[in-house]
């Protein structure tokens, strides 16, 4: 399996698996850098025995040479020792950098997979937040394994194959402490996980919080809200600090048990050594390895103590966040390609509830011939917009079938659905890129020359053309640089660039002034020329000279024939027909 196909695979649910992944993707590196590490530890721990021959050949007053013999064996040692930390440091920075880069793209993506309504579940910052954090949690992951636990491991190994040199129970004890020391921690460390994963949840909260302040920004000032939301944010602010000290309480306490352990440990050990001197048993050299040696072993194993808390923290970071993000889609999406269509859509008994169990549609039929112009009327609520998202497949029916050139758009790939189908909304969103950017979005391939047509087509142009920095003016967060006219229209440049046979209105022209309105409708009558189009409008004399207008009532057909036809019988048609020539005349 190559690289790419590995990074296509689903993403595993579980904080290892999804780290395991990354590091199969580049095992030589990993592996390099582990061995580096490893490497440069074991010099770190040869050191300390370079330092008991030195002090050995000092102490029995050897020949000049031999004592600076292990003089050059200790530097020769020190000198690799750093030359390894720096070749893994170098091998550790591109690997680990590159995989959180990999990883926090591959999340990304997933989530763009999500149904609409799974956003509309979770907050857009806090689900931008997060992606963010697992890259930093990773980071720590992997850094904290290479640097802050493999060593003091290899450290602990070595010391112990060391002492064992010197003095086989000394060595025992030491290992008798260590795992002693090492089931506490993990102890420990599993216990605070819930406090950890409690205080990263309501942290993504609270930026999820932060971020629909600062969109709503206006509200608040506009209704005097800055004292409320001061408070509220305090609150919110307060749980998450209430979380954040729980569970660095944890740790400190974690850290007392651990300190007592390592003093009593270190003075024992010590203590030993030098009853084992007195009585001969072992050198002056050797009194100095076991003291360098436990001492090293408990700062290391204090290291190892809080990088473990730390990486659990971390992995209670990842889990969440893949608990969220990593769900599987709801969606089912295949590679099967839905070639051009000429834009024959029928539906076929379709029943359709939202997952609050809302029913919308129940035993629906439609069938619209190619090339149709077909209005959609009906009060708000009567289930327009969602018959427009289940023909974009947005969600899945709940039973019945969508056909588009009697093809069920469950066969075809979303993205080959969506190219067939080109929609202006309410209210367009933009990119803060360049207006250039954001009209090419209809069109990936499309040549400036070719947006500038649509643009054209669109009646942009003559507003672009104003701006400073004409096409390559930034729009701005969501546009606001722009009216809400003009943003229609850059929807509309879109939709004439993307060319798609189906065309989809809902209520494009309803947020607009009268004078916009009359634009857009001229560029609408252009655009709508050969295609099949679904057109919600809340203003009927913009479907007037439809083919076709259906009125919908709770989900259901109450009425459907051409407008004429509609204005002249008796029916919910007319009557709102007659009420919208009312308030116009006035
Ligand atoms: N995401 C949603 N979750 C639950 N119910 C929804 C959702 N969106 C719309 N509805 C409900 O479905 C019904 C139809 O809504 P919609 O299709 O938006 O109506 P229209 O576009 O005709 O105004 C409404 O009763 C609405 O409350
Ligand atoms: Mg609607």
Excluded at 136 to 163: E, H, N, Q
Excluded at 317 to 334: F, K, R
Excluded at 381 to 408: A, E, H, N, P, W
Excluded at 426 to 432: C, I, R, S, Y
Aim: with cysteine.
């Amino acid at each position: 399996m190559n690289f790419q196909q590995m990074r296509d695979e689903p993403l595993p649910a579980s904080a290892a698996a999804f780290l395991w992944r990354y590091i199969r993707i580049r095992p030589a590196h990993f592996v390099a850098m582990v061995a580096l590490v490893m490497g440069a530890a074991c010099c770190a721990v040869v050191v300390q025995y370079g330092m008991k021959l030195l002090v050995d050949a000092m102490a029995a007053g050897s020949a000049a040479d031999q004592v600076w013999h292990a003089f050059g064996l200790f530097m020769a040692l020190i000198v690799m020792e750093n030359l390894l930390w720096r070749l893994g440091g170098w091998v550790g920075c591109h690997t680990i950098v590159g995989s959180c880069a990999d990883l926090r793209v591959d999340l990304f993506h997933h989530l763009t997979g999500h149904p609409m309504r799974y956003f509309k579940r979770h907050f857009s910052g806090s689900l931008a937040n997060r992606v963010s954090a697992i890259g930093a949690a990773a980071d720590k992951v992997y850094g904290g394994l290479t640097w802050r636990i493999v060593p003091p491991c290899v450290d602990f190994i070595g010391a112990v194959a060391l002492l064992l040199a010197v003095h086989g129970g000394m060595a025992l004890a030491l290992v008798g402490c260590v795992i002693v020391v090492a089931a506490l921690i993990t102890v420990f460390g599993v216990r605070g996980r819930s406090r950890h994963i409690a205080f990263a949840s309501q942290s993504a909260r609270v930026g999820g919080e932060i971020v629909d302040l600062v969109s709503n920004v206006w509200t608040i000032k506009a209704f005097s809200g800055r004292q409320r939301e001061r408070l509220r944010l305090e609150r919110e602010i307060g749980i998450e600090a209430d979380s954040h000290r729980s569970s660095w309480m944890y740790m400190e306490k974690a850290r007392v048990l651990h300190d007592i352990c390592l003093t009593v440990m270190a003075g024992g050990m010590l203590g030993w050594a030098i009853v084992l001197w007195r009585a001969g048993q072992v050198t002056a050299g050797d009194v100095v390895m076991v003291s360098a040696l436990t001492f090293r072993i408990l700062h290391g194993s204090r290291e190892l103590a809080l990088a473990l808390v730390e990486t659990s923290q971390q992995m209670g970071v990842i889990s969440e966040t893949l608990g969220i993000v990593a769900q599987p889609h709801e969606l089912s999406d295949t590679a099967e390609e839905l070639a051009p269509t000429r834009g024959h859509i029928k539906m076929l008994d379709v029943s359709y509830a939202y997952p609050d169990g809302r029913k919308v549609l129940e035993h629906f039929f439609l069938d619209i011939p190619a090339g149709q112009s077909v209005g959609i009327a009906g009060t708000s609520g009567s289930g327009k917009s969602t018959l427009l998202g289940l023909l974009q497949r947005l969600d899945d029916v709940r039973s019945g079938v969508i056909l588009i050139d009697d093809r069920d758009i469950r066969s075809v790939s979303q993205d080959s659905l969506r190219r067939q189908i080109a929609v202006v909304p309410q209210e367009p969103t933009l990119f803060n890129r360049s207006i250039l950017e954001n009209i090419g979005y209809g069109q990936p391939h499309a040549t400036e020359q070719q947006i500038i047509a649509a643009a054209h087509q669109a009646f942009c142009d003559e507003f672009v053309q104003a701006l400073p920095q004409g096409y390559h003016t930034p729009v701005g967060e969501r546009g606001v640089t722009l009216s809400g006219g003009q943003r229609q229209r850059l929807g509309l440049a879109r939709a004439f660039l993307k060319d798609a046979p189906i065309l989809i209105l809902d209520e494009a022209t309803s947020a607009l002034d009268s004078d916009s309105e009359a634009i857009i409708q001229r560029a609408l009558c252009n655009l709508m020329r050969g295609r099949t189009v679904l057109a919600v409008a809340h203003r009927l004399s913009t479907i007037a000279n439809f083919d076709r207008v259906l009125v919908l009532e709770d989900g259901e057909i109450v009425q459907d024939g051409t407008p004429q036809e509609l204005r002249e019988s008796q029916g919910r048609f007319r009557t709102l027909w007659q009420m919208q020539a009312m308030v116009h005349n006035r």
